[in-house]
C-alpha cells in the first residue's frame, strides 16, 4: 500500500520534471527571436534573418540576413530551408543595361575570412519557392541554412513590411536610412 503511494508521487514528480522539461524549452524556442535573434555556428554570426512580408497569393518570397565571418577561412553559404516554402533557392539581383535581372547561384554565397555576406533587397537573397501560405507581418517561421564548413544551423525568420525591419536596416548598420528602396 505505502510502496503504491510512493511509487505513485514518484511518478508524479516526474510528469512534473518532464512538464518543467518541456515548458522550458517551448520558452526558449519562443523568446529566443525576440531578443537575441541571432545565431551562432562555428566562426559564422547570423544576424535577423527576415522575409518580406507578401501579397495574398503570392507563391514566392524573399529571404535575408546577414553572416559574419570570425574565422581565417572562407566558407559558403549553400543551401537553405524555410518551413514555409517548397524549397529555397539562392539568389542574386542585379541591374543590367537597365533591367533588373535575378539568376540563381548554384554555388551559393562566399562569406570571406574576417569579413561578412550581405544577403539584402537588391542583391543576394533567399527566393522563398511555392510558398505554403503568405508571409504575414509580425509572423515568423523557422528555417535552416547550411554552409560548407560550418554546418547546418536552424533559425528563425521575422516577417516584416515592406520596408524591412524598421530603424535597423537588417539589423546591421544603424546609420543608414531606408527609404523602402532597394539600395544596392
Ligand atoms: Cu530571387
Known amino acids: 500500500m505505502i510502496r503504491n503511494l510512493l511509487r505513485r508521487a514518484l511518478r508524479r514528480t516526474e510528469d512534473r520534471v ?3 522539461i518541456v515548458a522550458a524549452a517551448l520558452g526558449l524556442f519562443a523568446i529566443q527571436p525576440a531578443f ?28 535575408y540576413l546577414t553572416i559574419e ?8 553559404l ?11 533557392e539562392i539568389h542574386e539581383m ?7 535581372t535575378m539568376r ?8 570571406p575570412a574576417d569579413g561578412e555576406a550581405r544577403l539584402a533587397p537588391g542583391g543576394f537573397h533567399l527566393m522563398l519557392m511555392d510558398l505554403k501560405q503568405p508571409l504575414k507581418e509580425g509572423e515568423s517561421f523557422k528555417g535552416t541554412l547550411t554552409f ?13 513590411g515592406m ?8 539589423g546591421h548598420d544603424g546609420h543608414s536610412h531606408d527609404h523602402g528602396m532597394p539600395t544596392n
Open 78 to 88: 549553400v543551401s537553405a530551408t524555410a518551413e514555409v516554402a517548397g524549397r529555397v
Open 104 to 111: 540563381m547561384l548554384p554555388d551559393g554565397v562566399e562569406i
Open 18 to 20: 518532464g512538464f518543467v
Open 69 to 76: 565571418n570570425e574565422g581565417k577561412e572562407a566558407d559558403r
Open 94 to 100: 542585379s541591374v543590367k543595361d537597365g533591367i533588373m
Open 148 to 160: 560548407a564548413k560550418a554546418g547546418t544551423v536552424d533559425v528563425s525568420f521575422k516577417i516584416e
Open 36 to 63: 537575441a535573434h541571432e545565431y551562432k555556428i562555428g566562426t559564422l554570426e547570423i544576424e535577423h534573418p527576415w522575409a518580406r512580408m507578401t501579397p495574398a497569393g503570392a507563391k514566392v518570397g524573399g529571404g
Open 163 to 170: 520596408g524591412g525591419p524598421k530603424g535597423s536596416d537588417a
